[in-house]
């Protein structure tokens, strides 16, 4: 058995050829035989169902040919054995590659050992269209290249898998907030005032004046909040940022709550509330997404545990060391790691030797012989991540034990910080110079803003940024001032401290950060179906 | 008793004065009264509550302050009487002008004569923040001067009920493709392709490349049907057109679903159950913001019936007068429709003539005065309404009998054909010159495509555009050159059909338009929050 790639000579079938063939078979639904998703394939044990979908993957043996279907709610196997076929059916599956469109009939069996737990064996099969050869295979691509073909990279299990879990976060947060009244509003996305520089802007002309597109829908959710009590938006926002970051993208989807009579402590309360909710959720609907992904989600877990809320003092105090966590040090944290890690691979170095030995020896069984060489090689990648890290630490705690107060925190800094703790971190009162106009002055110390950032643990770092809002108009005057900013853009917003001012409060978080940091991807660009960023715009 | 206005020497209570004092009022999650939203009232009759919100109206009596309070979840009576509350908050509340910001307690008693059935007869009242003189008061305003307010005019009754509807029409959308198996995938709003020309996008400069706002999401839908089965985009769409009407915003959002291994019968009955549970869960959810709008409901009730299907050829015929529907052609329902405007306008004259007589006589009672001056008010206004459509009909009846063949509808042409029906009218099978080059040729007749029209009643028009699309590549290139396509921008989308084609289909929704059906608003900018659109940038 083997695994057989697409043939370049193999016909390709003009879909014109068939659809008028399979027409009846997926349009009826008065059919004997149910059409299902494979996702529901628990619902229909030992019965007989029809799938529509594609191949995934395909091998054959004697007889008989595996096929891995995909139909976009799963995947699962389908057997097809010559006997249970027509000859000329049999043929026709056993010429198609990956991606080929096809209608299977059979019968669902109960079998752990599979994909998704189920098998089907086939009574009959029907190619809708073969595919040209599939370029993507299963050797590793570039990423230029998979982005590339990101119409057709979707379709791949990771990439499948991650969209899933994403669907499951949107889904979710709508749920979240309508379940706590909450009314969504959209913020508009064209904005008639560059409030806070241009720079990072992108800009349009709209019927001969510039506008500019949203950056953020905050300052309209204050105006929305005043008139629903608890609003949220959920919408695209822009960057331009001419550089290429794994956390950046110039078009990602933002989450901005704003609730009246809310204050920073309310706020907390609701965001560890939120962040639960979706972990939580994720957790329960993604069991086999985050099995696909490979995703230890012991670190996930953690979201049951309080989140701590430390003043942006204490962590300050917290990452130089001069204050402990339960009984340590960030240094202490990060000299053990830095022991564990290279404990770790100088274990994985002597069993590479050891195996590396027998391999060298041979005499073996060819079976045992590649379960050696794929631990050797298990190990090797195990150790080039341990190295990584290991290599990074010294500059981690070059950086915590030298932090300067008054700074905003870096990625590693807030990669140690989420290190002390069993739950995302939750950092609040701020130095007024390095947060926005609008977050309220601390009462009685204009030095401190009531902003709290999110820091999420895995290096995930900031995944939520909110506050309480200033309602005093003099002070939002005054600050408008001095962070130069134009008084004239702001009249509409100071109009909502004119008109009955409240305590109000709110906060963002950024889709595709949480969505890479519940799939545990790296790089923020697979966390999207289409990703825009300096150097992308297509497909 | 009388309508207070705010008055301009009202002294502002500035905000910092009156927080510290409220605090623990609104914070306090142990405090032994318990704040609630006001649309929750239902659950706490007879009981002491606290309600945060705002001034929406207030009049006075002797020793009596009524207070209609809003909190962004609703409306109710708030009863301040001198004997129950400190004789400096009675003094407090009788200064309170409109949007005043003030935190109530006071006990739930059920009143089905007032506002939601529920009144608060309160034992304790603190402002929050006088308000300003507001700007928006009852009189009528012009449109312009409102949307210059329009953070502020949010907060208005009818604004606030469409908003209401707003979002459960949203929540009703994913709710329903979620249950449906549907994964919510976002298409990308920057696109590096003017597919269809530049003229009604808006361009931005995409770090040295031009890149153009998404008017549709529904090639990359496909793409991700391919990859998920069923999927459906929300999001913003944008549209650069240099005209004023009332169906047309420049930002605007929709939803594209779109399904793998549909066909356009398949569309049709999905179309079907979709709008028919979104309008029932607006019949549902929303009674008191429909009654607020004063929305006759009585179309939106028949989406219960099935959807009449009819091909473009036929919707012609009938449109014409060729056709009869239920036994009435189009010129008869129409004609039929002005006699009966006519009878009504002149049973009208004859009351207000009559009502008119015995005002001029005088000798009655001021009350029973006011009440004939009304009614002679209202029937004006009803007879102004009936002349304006019995004006349009005449053109109606000429464009619907000259209608040339092949052409697309045109408002007046939708309005007739939906009058002959009692639920949307579903129009299919399309001339092929005036559809999108990416539809389905009809089996054996490439003169039309498979797409549909939705048409909703009461002068809503084209609310769903769909289409089953062409899987064929040979025609599919044929049509991108006919239309003068670049085919290059299209390889991507062509990959679709090298790699595992299948029958599929989907649709549009532009949620503004279905918005204003819903709440019965004449024109769509008050659908969305912050409307952007010719001449229309701010706030």
């Known amino acids: 058995m083997s695994v057989i790639p697409n043939k370049k000579n193999a016909k390709t079938i003009k879909l014109k050829e068939v659809t008028s063939k399979i027409k009846e078979e997926f349009m009826s639904v008065n059919t004997a035989v149910k059409s299902i998703d494979i996702r529901n394939l628990k619902d229909y044990v ?73 098998e089907i064996q086939v009574s009959n099969v029907e190619i809708v269209a073969y595919a040209q050869e599939y370029p993507i295979a299963k050797k590793e691509h570039g990423v230029d290249f998979l982005m ?23 889904f979710s947060m709508h749920t979240f907030f309508q379940e706590h009244g909450f009314v969504q509003m959209d913020a508009p996305i064209f904005t008639g005032n560059a409030c806070e520089g241009t720079t990072d802007l992108f800009e349009t002309d709209f019927y001969g004046d510039p506008a500019y597109l949203s950056q953020s829908g905050q300052l309209y959710g204050e105006a929305m909040a005043m008139a629903m009590g608890k609003i949220y938006t959920f919408g695209p926002t822009f960057r331009a940022e001419k550089s290429k970051t794994r956390r950046h993208l110039s078009e990602f989807w933002m989450i901005e709550p704003e609730m009246a009579y809310y204050d920073n402590d309310m706020n907390m309360d609701l965001i560890e509330d939120f962040l639960r909710y979706l972990v939580g959720q994720v957790l329960e609907k993604n069991k086999a997404e985050l099995e696909i992904l490979e995703r230890d989600t012991s670190k996930m877990e953690q979201v049951v545990n309080p989140f701590p809320r430390i003043t942006y003092t204490e962590a300050v105090r917290i990452l130089r060391g001069e204050q402990e966590v339960n009984g340590k040090t960030s240094i202490e944290v990060l000299e053990t790691e830095m022991a564990e890690l290279k404990q770790m691979i100088s274990d994985n170095e002597a069993e590479i030797s050891e195996k590396e030995e027998i391999i060298a020896k041979g005499g073996i069984k060819k079976g045992k012989m590649n379960f050696y060489k794929n631990k050797v090689e298990t190990l090797k990648s195990e150790n080039k991540a341990h190295a990584e890290v290991l290599g990074n630490i010294p500059q981690w705690l070059d950086s915590a034990r030298n932090f300067s107060e008054g700074e905003d925190f870096g990625g590693s800094d807030e990669t140690v910080l989420t290190k002390l703790f069993n739950a995302p971190v939750m950092v609040y009162n701020w130095p007024t110079p390095i947060k926005a106009f609008y977050m309220k002055e601390v009462d009685g110390d204009p030095n401190f803003v009531k ?70 991807i790296k790089h923020v660009r697979e966390s999207i179906p289409f990703p825009r960023m300096y150097g992308r715009l297509l497909p």
């Open 46 to 118: 030992n019965q007989e169902v029809v799938l529509k979908g594609w191949v995934s993957n395909r091998r054959s043996g004697k007889d008989l040919e595996f096929v891995v279907m995909r139909d976009g709610s799963g995947f699962c196997q389908a057997v097809v054995a010559a006997q249970n076929v027509s000859a000329s059916q049999f043929e026709s599956i056993s010429k198609a590659g990956l991606e080929t469109s096809l209608i299977i009939t059979g019968t669902v069996i109960e079998d752990q050992r599979q994909i998704g737990g189920y």
């Open 148 to 170: 590339d073909k990101r119409h057709l990279w979707l379709r791949s299990k990771k990439q499948w898998a991650t969209m899933q879990i994403r669907n499951t976060i949107i």
């Open 451 to 520: 902003g709290v950032d999110v820091l999420a643990p895995e290096g995930y770092g900031e995944i939520i940024g909110g506050a309480e809002r200033e309602t005093d108009i003099d002070v939002l005057k005054r600050k408008i001032v001095e962070h130069e900013l134009p008084m004239e853009a702001f009249e509409w917003y100071l109009d909502l401290r004119r008109y009955g001012s409240v305590p109000h409060a709110g906060f963002g978080i950024g889709l595709e950060r949480f969505v890479s940091w519940m799939t545990g």
